[in-house]
């Protein structure tokens, strides 16, 4: 069965840090790029990836995360994860991982930045 299972999320403080965690089955995880996508509160899912990590490890990262956030993949877990340090209210949204280039995603977690 195909499916991607997202978790780790939850609530901390402004400047705190979490890592999510997503865990792929049923593909050939190794040859495919993982990206991490967000929906803040009231608006819709973000069309571009916060972060993503190419099957070669290759990083890209969008400017509002940059030098904060870090994507990393274990081939051996088919899990991506993302570490999110100094975070920000603005960071609170519900995170999704996709399998770049297919309709494969997470169910989402919630991160949620507050004092």
């Known amino acids: 069965q195909v499916r991607a299972v997202d978790s780790g999320g939850g609530l901390v403080q402004p400047g705190g840090s979490l890592r999510l965690s997503c865990r792929v089955s049923g593909i050939d995880f190794r040859n495919n790029a993982i990206g991490w996508y967000r929906q803040a509160p009231g608006k819709q899912r973000e069309s571009a990836a916060v972060?993503?990590?190419?099957?070669?490890?290759?990083?890209n990262y969008a400017d509002s995360v940059k030098g904060r956030f870090t994507i990393s993949r274990d081939n051996n877990k088919n899990t991506v994860y993302l570490q999110m340090n100094t975070l920000k209210p603005e960071d609170t949204a519900i995170y999704y991982c996709n399998v770049i280039g297919t309709s494969i995603w997470g169910q989402g977690a919630q991160v949620t930045v507050s004092s």
């Open positions: 972060a993503v990590i190419t099957r070669n490890g290759a990083t």
